[in-house]
């Protein structure tokens, strides 16, 4: 599996992928070495080849093909029109790199095992169908999947499959894009603009739109896909939001690219994320939905309403700092007894 089909793209499947399992160095860009946390499980990614040419065995390869392969599958140009759910050409891979299985990349290893689980988006405890359904409909630009059909039961095998050896509720070491030190001041999309045209653009386009495989209308997906555009993920998904995008730049872009050895500096993964979240994009209708709880939304989403009294472009690129000690002092006051 190649490089070409990423995308610095979702999560919010960042939710799903939240164990926060390293943090970069205070000083440069190598990251310290990963700490511990209580029920971590090792970095291991079971043999998808070992499985029999069973039932079982199908489904899970199927799952890990509507992962790899979701444009020819399940996308808008498919020549069957009731397997048209994603409403954009892009494949799930192009977040969870290598089918889902690369460290630090937005990884689907471990995941099953974090389900059911509370989601402070609605505010309640949902399913591991809940939150496939939420990348369709966020990521994916589409709809939700039949929560019985075919492609559901693959993605949740699959994802079940990469879980081989979790205990439910266990976190699994890179099950996230990593965590870089923040900025003390807010990114800029300018400065993200450069970085973009020296280090990004050659695969992706100097306009963002990325390199087809083929042709539109052809069904098969993206060789580079596009980053913004009427073809990317929306702007209620993970990746609309800048620490989610740094991290991945810093983790997982260019092509090779390693949270060992990152090749994007710590400051320019956080201008050049700038910049692409500053791009126009599909947009998702009821987004003021999310987050009953003010107090439980993300500092970096980048749509209101919020609990304290910062403004959406800060909440947007940042500084973060004096958003997160607001937060904390909202909510420490919401804890005290009062009279």
Not at 203 to 226: E, I, M, T
Request: proline fraction near 8%.
């Amino acid at each position: 599996m190649t490089y070409p089909t990423r995308l610095a793209l979702f999560v919010s499947v960042a939710a799903l992928l939240s164990a926060a399992a390293w943090q970069a160095c205070s000083a440069g860009d190598a990251p310290q070495a990963p700490t511990a946390v209580t029920n971590q499980h090792p970095w291991t990614v079971p043999d998808i080849n070992t499985l029999p040419d069973d039932t079982w065995g199908k489904t899970v390869r199927y799952g890990r093909d509507l992962i790899n392969k979701t444009s020819t599958l399940i996308g808008p140009e498919v020549r069957d029109a009731s397997k048209r759910f994603a409403g954009n050409n892009l494949d799930c891979q192009n977040c969870h790199v290598e089918g889902g299985a690369k460290e630090f990349g937005l990884p689907l290893v471990g995941v099953s095992a974090k389900f059911p689980s509370y989601f402070a988006r609605t505010g309640r405890v949902g399913t591991l169908e809940d939150r496939i359904q939420g990348c369709m409909e966020r990521s994916m630009n589409g709809k939700p999947l039949p929560i019985d059909g075919a492609e559901m039961t693959a993605l949740v095998s699959y994802m079940k499959f990469l879980s081989t050896g979790r205990a439910i509720g266990s976190d699994t070491f890179g099950s996230d894009a990593g965590r870089i030190k923040e900025l003390q001041r807010a990114a800029d999309p300018v400065k993200g603009r450069t970085v973009y045209a020296n280090t990004c653009a050659g695969c992706h386009g100097n306009d963002g739109q990325g390199q087809r495989n083929g042709a539109v209308g052809d069904a098969k997906g993206y060789l580079f896909p596009p980053l913004w555009g009427p073809d990317s993920f929306n702007d209620g998904a993970g990746m609309d939001k800048l620490i989610n995008t740094a991290n991945f730049v810093h983790s997982d872009m260019p092509e090779g690219t390693s949270w060992k050895n990152p090749v994007v500096s710590r400051e320019d993964a956080w201008e050049v994320a700038a910049y692409v979240i500053s791009q126009p994009r599909p947009a998702m209708a009821n987004l003021d939905k999310d987050y009953p709880n003010r107090l439980e939304k993300p500092i970096d989403t980048p749509y209101g309403p919020y609990a304290d009294t910062f403004s959406a472009e800060q909440h947007k690129y940042g500084p973060f700092g004096p958003i997160a000690a607001a937060i904390r002092a909202l909510d420490a006051n919401r804890e005290q007894p009062h009279d």
